[in-house]
């Protein structure tokens, strides 16, 4: 018999999302699994620490009784294997000696209910005054494919980008003449605009791009609109502080990688304003058929976080990729991955386009 239950193990570690080391009893089967002990945050589905938040918050005995505990352990020399036994199935609490932690943050932040905050960036000040951006880029491009890493679809058209600048803007005989299009030129303009001058025939041309992007930015936008308004764009007739706020938003965004893994993920417009307008507070406007969700962080660090979330679950989505090529990474349902007080939908294309990632209530 265990002398752990699930509300003293939530009630005095798993609702501060502690590091807790498990010892585990001599001989058990848990043992011979694992070894002595275990390093780790105890891990509960959407619908297990909401029944365990209750039973704390009402002061009412388990309505369900869990005999496992999950543990998401990145510190034990165990294989990848055992780590996801822990991570999926966990240990029996019949096999735990002791749980131990240092009381360092008794926080905890899944009760909390108002705006979260990400700490501030540190500044690190960088001399770019001879930087050469053509042969850095083309470097660390060559160099990741050599690695095995895929590029995206904006970064390899960026890499021709770069080869013609760093040839004197010839086009170099490795590059086919079709792939020198439209994109590719905007970067290569984007850059002598920037960093050198551009010729009156030059400036008229990058223009007449810039025109053409604004306005696929500005119809994305309004699509998006469309289907986040159920078709009813009436909320914008007299709201052009709220247009201006969403064009620059949609103008001035790039397609970016959120992460340096061999398959990348990353975003694009459509996508972004997607994830923003359906599930950021200060966009929510007039959703009458479906009750989508916020995010508890202001709209400046919803990128910082999306990008962390993905981050620490990298593994597991690589992982899933490397065995199943072609098919889409999704955590939904119960599978909603917890991250910092919040469980949090994530669905990612096969090719590493993030579909969608948001708060799962």
Not at 300 to 322: G, M, P
């Amino acid at each position: 018999m265990s002398d752990y239950n699930q509300e003293f193990i939530y009630q005095k570690f798993g609702q501060y999302d502690q590091v807790v080391t498990i010892y585990l009893r001599y001989n058990s089967p848990e043992f011979q699994k694992y070894g002595k002990s275990l390093v780790g945050v105890i891990r509960y589905k959407k619908d297990e620490r909401e029944l365990l938040q209750k039973s704390l918050d009402e002061n009412i005995p388990l309505s369900i009784a869990f005999t496992h505990l999950k543990i998401d352990d990145n510190v034990s020399d165990i294989s990848t294997e055992l780590k996801y036994d822990l991570f999926y199935e966990g240990v029996d609490l019949n096999s735990i000696e002791g749980i131990y932690s240092i009381p360092y943050n008794l926080t905890n932040e899944y009760a909390k209910k108002d705006l979260r905050t990400l700490p501030n960036p540190i500044e690190i000040k960088f001399d770019a005054s001879n930087f050469d951006a053509p042969k850095m880029y083309i470097g660390f491009y060559n160099s990741i494919i050599k690695d095995g890493f895929l590029l995206t679809i904006f970064e390899k058209k960026q890499l021709i980008a770069y080869e013609i600048i760093a040839n004197n803007y010839i086009l170099p005989t490795k590059i086919a003449l079709n792939e020198y299009c439209d994109d590719v030129r905007y970067y290569v303009l984007e850059y002598k605009y920037l960093y050198e001058s551009l010729t009156e025939d030059e400036d008229n041309e990058f223009r007449k791009i810039l025109e053409v992007k604004i306005k696929e930015s500005v119809d994305i936008l309004m699509q998006n609109l469309k289907d986040e308004s159920g078709g009813n764009l009436s909320f914008l007739n007299g709201r052009t502080d709220l247009f201006t706020i969403l064009s620059k938003l949609a103008t001035y965004f790039k397609p970016e990688r959120l992460t340096f893994t061999k398959i990348p993920i990353w975003w694009n417009l459509e996508r972004y304003l997607h994830i923003i307008l359906g599930h950021v507070s200060e966009f929510q406007f007039n959703i009458n058929t479906k009750t989508n969700t916020s995010f508890q962080y202001h709209l400046k660090d919803i990128k910082d976080v999306i990008k962390d979330i993905i981050e620490s679950l990298i593994e597991e989505i690589n992982l899933h990729f490397e065995n199943y090529p072609g098919k889409d990474f999704k955590r939904q349902g119960g599978m909603s991955y917890y991250y910092k007080g919040d469980y949090y939908v994530i669905h990612i294309r096969h090719d590493g386009l993030l579909m969608t990632l948001y708060k799962n209530n």
